[in-house]
Every structure is written in structure tokens, then in C-alpha cells.
């Protein structure tokens, strides 16, 4: 359980202490003091970038003046039970350092090694249209699900965009009159088979355990959605095939478009191509013709089925960050939502712009009100 949050010259933050006590806290103030800052600050506890997507750089405070942002730091302190505390930081030691270090009881660490500590899962504003949006978002917030759960898919993931850019390079020098190496290109296209191959099967079964998670928790005032992932990848490993045939599969597909991708100058076959749908049940229509409000609500739906789901599948705690969680959402979801989150025991971060938008947390939750730089 996170017992207190540290930043230094972080976004808007010179520095400041936050103590979390255990259940919901709700962080309220005008826009613009603050609060999204915090709940990036407590996403960036997991690999990856955060919930802001932003790079190190751009995390640094700057005073006026300043071209550039500042060394920065966040820590958290956890309780580890039987008295025991553990002590998370990241950041960059250099102002302008374009990757951050991750420490763990002051010991440099993997950033892999932050998912044994805690799990955060969040949904922000930006997902609000998340159906509707861009096939390359869906499928990075799907990801993140999955490697929330297992661990080594980020790497994966990350194994598999490095090779297919080599790959891409070596097609487009081809296609400018460079002869690309084939035995360079069958490597590549090897690795791709076999990294591709263990991220369908991956994402495919987290589908699997999501949907399960979704229809376990019934006929609630959150809309129930029917998932699926279009790829021919996360077909065959839906439809049971071993990972050999998968990448089997993948390598084949690739070897086919080489002309086709250096023509195009992008690669347009294999996993990265996915994508995540939705079926609005109720409605028998795709989620991506829905309002903002109703794909706000397939979205929590989804995330709550995903906390339900990291319960089962690790003794590591969720920590679940919803940014502007009231908005676009009526009356009744709102007070649902609260409600389930106080009913599943989590330890939630909530954010918005007034605090009367929180009144069914009252006696149930921390109320902090965020200012410039610090708190009320």
C-alpha cells in the first residue's frame, strides 16, 4: 500500500510530500493546479512512459526562463507489511537526460521490477473517445492491460518495434537502390515471428480473461461491451495455435509484403497492425459510434473487469488513477462507480475540478484539495 508520494521538480511541483492513507483520495482544485501532474508522478511507477505518454524531458520543472526542464525526481513509500517499508523512486539525475533511472530501496533497478511493488492501472480524458480514436492508441492501452498482468509482454513489445524499424530501414535503403542483405532480413523477420508470435498469444488471452471479467459483473449501470482483436496473429492464438505456427504465420506474411512495405515506406503486415473493438451489447452497435459518455462507461467497465482480473492473477496490489472521473458521466454511473470502488477495497486517486462532484465518497475517501505547487 502506498504510504506517501514524493516529487521533486516535477511538472509543477518545486516539492512537495502528499501521505496517502489506505481506500480512495480525491485530489479537487481549479484546473491547471496540478492534479493530472500527481497522478502521472504515480503512473510512472510501471515501465513505460506513463499516462501522459511524455518523456523524460519534458517532465522537468522550469522556472520563467529556463529552455529547459529541470533534474527531477518521484518517490513513493510503500508498506510492505509486517512493518516493513519499501521505498520506489524515479527520474533523471541531469537536467535535459533523456532516460530515466528507476531505484528500489536506493538500489538502481529495471523498470520491469516496479510490477512487483504495485500495478497501476488508470483511464484519463483522452480515452474517453478511445473507441473512435486512432487503431494505434487502442492498441497501446490494450497492451498496457496485458503487460499489467504479464510482466515480460512490455519487452516483447518492445523487442518487436525495434526489429520491425531495422527491418524497414533495410526494405527502404532497398527501395533507393541499396541491395538490403536477405540474410539480414530473414533474421529480423525470424525475430519478428517469434516476438509477434508471444504478443498475440498474450494479448489474446488477457481478451479472454478481460470479457470473462466483463460478463461476471452483470447487468450494472456501467454498459457491458463484447471485445475483440482483429489480426490474423491474435486469430490463430485465439483459435488455439501454438506459438511455432504463429510465428511461422508472421514470418510468411512478412516475407510476402517486403515489396509492399518498401514501396509504402511503412510496415503494413504483422501484430503492430491490430486492433482492439467493441461491441456495445445492450445496443448491438460498435462502441465506436457511441458518445463520448457511453465510451467513457465501456472503457470503466473494461477497467474495472482488468482490476478484478490483476487480482486473480497476482498478489501485487492495483492501483487504480482516473483523471476528471466525473466528466461525461451522469449522476447515477458517477455514484456507482464511487460505490465499487469503495466496495472492491482499492486504493484509488480520483481527480476533478470540485469536490461537490465527489459527495458520495464522503466518509469514504480522503479529500485533498490541490493548489499551485502544493496543497491545501
Same mark, same amino acid.
Given at each position: 500500500?502506498?504510504?506517501?508520494?514524493?516529487?521533486?521538480?516535477?511538472?509543477? @511541483?518545486?516539492?512537495?510530500?502528499?501521505?496517502?492513507?489506505?481506500?480512495?483520495?480525491?485530489? @479537487?482544485?481549479?484546473? #491547471?493546479?496540478?492534479?493530472?501532474?500527481?497522478?502521472?508522478?504515480? %503512473?510512472?511507477?510501471?515501465?513505460?512512459?506513463?499516462?501522459?505518454?511524455?518523456?523524460?524531458?519534458?517532465?522537468?520543472?522550469?522556472?520563467?526562463?529556463?529552455?529547459?526542464?529541470? =533534474?527531477?525526481? /518521484?518517490?513513493?513509500?510503500?508498506?510492505?507489511?509486517?512493518?516493513?517499508?519499501?521505498?520506489?523512486? $524515479?527520474?533523471?539525475?541531469?537536467? #535535459?537526460?533523456?532516460?530515466?533511472?528507476?531505484?528500489?530501496?536506493?538500489?538502481?533497478?529495471?523498470?520491469?521490477?516496479?510490477?512487483? @511493488?504495485?500495478?497501476?492501472?488508470?483511464?484519463?480524458?483522452?480515452?474517453?473517445?478511445?473507441?473512435?480514436?486512432?487503431?494505434?492508441?487502442?492498441?497501446?492501452?490494450?497492451?498496457?492491460? /496485458?503487460?499489467?498482468?504479464?510482466?515480460?509482454?512490455? =519487452?516483447?513489445?518492445?523487442?518487436?518495434? *525495434?526489429?520491425?524499424?531495422?527491418?524497414?530501414?533495410?526494405?527502404?535503403?532497398?527501395?533507393?537502390?541499396?541491395?538490403?542483405?536477405?540474410?539480414?532480413?530473414?533474421? +529480423?523477420?525470424?525475430?519478428?515471428?517469434?516476438?509477434?508470435?508471444?504478443?498475440?498469444?498474450?494479448?489474446?488471452?488477457?481478451?479472454?480473461?478481460?470479457?470473462?471479467?466483463?460478463?461476471?459483473?452483470?447487468?450494472?449501470?456501467?454498459?457491458?461491451?463484447?471485445?475483440?482483436?482483429?489480426?490474423?496473429?491474435? $486469430?490463430?492464438?485465439?483459435?488455439?495455435?501454438?506459438?511455432?505456427?504463429?510465428?511461422?504465420?508472421?514470418?510468411?506474411?512478412?516475407?510476402?509484403?517486403?515489396?509492399?512495405?518498401?514501396?509504402?515506406?511503412? %510496415?503494413?503486415?504483422?501484430?503492430?497492425?491490430?486492433?482492439?473493438?467493441? +461491441?456495445?451489447?445492450? *445496443?448491438?452497435?460498435?462502441?465506436?459510434?457511441?458518445?463520448?459518455?457511453?465510451? *467513457?462507461? +465501456?472503457?470503466?467497465?473494461?477497467?474495472?473487469?482488468?482490476?478484478?482480473?490483476?487480482?486473480?492473477?497476482?498478489?501485487?496490489?492495483?492501483? +487504480?488513477?482516473?483523471?476528471?472521473?466525473?466528466?461525461?458521466?451522469?449522476?447515477?454511473?458517477?455514484?456507482?462507480?464511487?460505490?465499487?470502488?469503495?466496495?472492491?477495497?482499492?486504493?484509488?486517486?480520483?481527480? #476533478?475540478?470540485?469536490?461537490?462532484?465527489?459527495?458520495?465518497?464522503?466518509?469514504?475517501?480522503?479529500?485533498? *484539495?490541490?493548489?499551485?505547487?502544493?496543497?491545501?
Amino acid at each position: 500500500m502506498i504510504q506517501s508520494l514524493t516529487l521533486t521538480d516535477f511538472r509543477s @511541483y518545486a516539492s512537495a510530500t502528499l501521505p496517502v492513507p489506505a481506500g480512495p483520495v480525491v485530489l @479537487y482544485g481549479p484546473n #491547471g493546479a496540478g492534479k493530472t501532474n500527481l497522478l502521472e508522478a504515480l %503512473s510512472l511507477f510501471t515501465p513505460g512512459r506513463g499516462l501522459r505518454a511524455a518523456t523524460a524531458v519534458e517532465m522537468g520543472r522550469r522556472e520563467p526562463g529556463e529552455a529547459g526542464g529541470r =533534474a527531477w525526481a /518521484v518517490a513513493l513509500t510503500l508498506d510492505a507489511g509486517d512493518g516493513d517499508e519499501v521505498r520506489l523512486g $524515479t527520474g533523471v539525475q541531469a537536467a #535535459g537526460a533523456a532516460r530515466r533511472i528507476v531505484r528500489i530501496d536506493g538500489e538502481t533497478a529495471q523498470p520491469g521490477r516496479l510490477l512487483d @511493488y504495485l500495478r497501476p492501472v488508470w483511464a484519463t480524458p483522452e480515452q474517453d473517445r478511445l473507441f473512435s480514436d486512432a487503431r494505434a492508441g487502442r492498441l497501446k492501452f490494450f497492451d498496457r492491460l /496485458v503487460f499489467a498482468a504479464v510482466p515480460d509482454h512490455a =519487452a516483447v513489445v518492445a523487442g518487436y518495434e *525495434k526489429a520491425l524499424r531495422e527491418r524497414l530501414r533495410l526494405l527502404t535503403d532497398g527501395a533507393e537502390g541499396r541491395e538490403a542483405d536477405p540474410l539480414w532480413l530473414d533474421a +529480423l523477420e525470424l525475430r519478428l515471428g517469434e516476438a509477434g508470435a508471444r504478443a498475440a498469444t498474450a494479448r489474446a488471452a488477457a481478451l479472454t480473461g478481460l470479457q470473462a471479467g466483463i460478463d461476471a459483473r452483470g447487468d450494472r449501470p456501467f454498459p457491458q461491451a463484447d471485445l475483440g482483436l482483429t489480426g490474423e496473429a491474435e $486469430t490463430m492464438a485465439a483459435a488455439g495455435a501454438d506459438e511455432d505456427s504463429i510465428a511461422a504465420a508472421i514470418r510468411e506474411g512478412l516475407v510476402r509484403s517486403r515489396a509492399r512495405d518498401a514501396a509504402a515506406g511503412r %510496415s503494413l503486415f504483422g501484430p503492430h497492425r491490430s486492433d482492439l473493438t467493441a +461491441l456495445h451489447r445492450e *445496443k448491438n452497435r460498435p462502441a465506436a459510434e457511441g458518445s463520448s459518455g457511453e465510451q *467513457k462507461a +465501456l472503457v470503466l467497465n473494461l477497467i474495472l473487469a482488468q482490476i478484478t482480473r490483476l487480482r486473480t492473477v497476482s498478489a501485487v496490489p492495483p492501483v +487504480l488513477l482516473l483523471d476528471e472521473a466525473p466528466a461525461h458521466l451522469d449522476a447515477r454511473r458517477r455514484a456507482a462507480l464511487f460505490e465499487e470502488i469503495v466496495a472492491l477495497g482499492l486504493q484509488a486517486f480520483l481527480t #476533478g475540478t470540485e469536490a461537490d462532484l465527489f459527495t458520495d465518497l464522503t466518509g469514504h475517501a480522503a479529500f485533498v *484539495k490541490v493548489e499551485t505547487g502544493g496543497f491545501g
